[in-house]
């Protein structure tokens, strides 16, 4: 039961790590990530990895992934810049290089004599496992986390504001847009004004 | 364990290989990012497969400290993504050229 499972969880992370980056349309590759996501968290699961796998679902599909579909479904087509844009022999040497490290790991990995696996316990791979091993052994790394996600926060309002998009005067738009749209937006801008002075204790 | 340590570190080294190919090849920096998030992945795996082997919750506290940092780095990566696309800039990594020699 467990070989089925492993098989069939390895041949759909391949398959969707191979969506992720070879389709044209992000959308398309995002949810290729969030296929390989679910497929190696089944994968944690048959290692016992509860915690692990429980968290890979919650942190990247439900947070990181919300995120990128939010940033693609923002920047819309502009992101979309097609796997077949290099030229020939950068595609070569890439997949050169990735084929070297590829047989170089499976080379080492499957000359080498690992062992019996270690016999664990039912606690192994729960949250208080992990928990406490997070909070005793490893707490400086916990609080360096947590630093570098506040860091990150920060970093991530103040690249996502920048500059202010300038408002364009009434001849700014007439030269750009032409007479009518000029008209169009400062009769709506008339409106606005004339709505605000009649209810004022109404924010819009 | 039903499959053995090897297995899932070649199922690891495959997903690497690919992620790395992505990480080459792709000119969207969107798609490089989702490329950079399918190595982060299975190094966790790496990691994971490693800990049930040895019997300790090592690799399982490291995996959970790549997955902070990787969150880190999308909000700072898809940050500079937001920020090219209110500036206008074309969303191409081979037109971000300032900084080359």
């Given at each position: 039961?467990?070989?089925?499972?492993?098989?069939?969880?390895?041949?759909?992370?391949?398959?969707?790590?191979?969506?992720?980056?070879?389709?044209?349309?992000?959308?398309?590759?995002?949810?290729?990530?969030?296929?390989?996501?679910?497929?190696?968290?089944?994968?944690m699961?048959?290692l016992?990895a509860?915690f692990v796998?429980?968290a890979q679902?919650?942190v990247?599909?439900?947070?990181?992934?919300?995120?990128?579909?939010?940033?693609?479904?923002?920047?819309?087509?502009?992101?979309?810049?097609?796997?077949?844009?290099?030229?020939?022999?950068?595609?070569?040497?890439?997949?050169?290089?990735?084929?070297?490290?590829?047989?170089?790991?499976?080379?080492?990995?499957?000359?080498?004599?690992?062992?019996?696996?270690?016999?664990?316990?039912?606690?192994?791979g729960?949250?208080?496992a992990v928990g406490q091993a997070f909070?005793t052994d490893y707490l400086l790394a916990f609080?360096g986390v947590?630093?570098i996600?506040?860091?990150?926060?920060?970093?991530?309002?103040?690249?996502?504001?920048?500059?202010?998009?300038?408002?364009?005067?009434?001849?700014?738009?007439?030269?750009?847009?032409?007479?009518?749209?000029?008209?169009?937006?400062?009769?709506?801008?008339?409106?606005?004004?004339?709505?605000?002075?009649?209810?004022?204790?109404?924010?819009? | 364990?039903?499959?053995?340590?090897?297995?899932?570190?070649?199922?690891s080294?495959?997903?690497?290989?690919?992620?790395?190919?992505?990480?080459?090849?792709?000119?969207?920096?969107?798609?490089?990012?989702?490329?950079?998030?399918?190595?982060l992945n299975s190094v966790n795996l790496t990691l994971v497969a490693f800990s049930r082997q040895v019997g300790g919750s090592d690799g399982q506290v490291f995996a959970l400290v790549v997955m902070g940092i990787a969150?880190?780095?999308?909000?700072?990566?898809?940050?500079?993504?937001?920020?090219?696309?209110?500036?206008?800039?074309?969303?191409?990594?081979?037109?971000?050229?300032?900084?080359?020699?």
């Open positions: 039961m467990g070989i089925v499972v492993f098989f069939l969880a390895a041949f759909l992370a391949i398959v969707s790590a191979l969506a992720v980056v070879s389709q044209k349309n992000p959308f398309v590759s995002a949810l290729g990530l969030l296929g390989n996501l679910v497929s190696l968290a089944t994968l699961l048959l016992e509860q796998a429980a679902v919650i990247y599909a439900g947070a990181i992934m919300v995120m990128f579909l939010f940033v693609i479904a923002y920047v819309g087509p502009r992101g979309e810049i097609g796997p077949g844009t290099r030229k020939p022999w950068q595609v070569v040497l890439a997949v050169v290089a990735g084929l070297l490290v590829l047989i170089q790991i499976v080379l080492v990995v499957w000359t080498t004599d690992f062992g019996k696996p270690a016999s664990v316990d039912e606690a192994f729960g949250p208080g909070v609080e947590s630093v996600l506040f860091m990150a926060a920060v970093a991530g309002v103040i690249l996502g504001a920048g500059p202010r998009p300038k408002r364009l005067t009434t001849d700014q738009v007439m030269a750009k847009e032409g007479e009518a749209e000029a008209r169009r937006r400062a009769a709506s801008r008339a409106a606005i004004e004339a709505a605000r002075e009649a209810e004022p204790g109404e924010v819009r | 364990m039903s499959v053995g340590l090897p297995f899932y570190l070649s199922v080294a495959i997903l690497f290989a690919i992620g790395l190919v992505g990480v080459l090849l792709r000119r969207s920096p969107l798609t490089t990012l989702l490329s950079l998030e399918v190595m969150a880190a780095e999308v909000v700072v990566g898809l940050g500079l993504v937001v920020a090219m696309t209110r500036r206008e800039m074309v969303l191409d990594t081979d037109e971000l050229r300032s900084l080359s020699g």
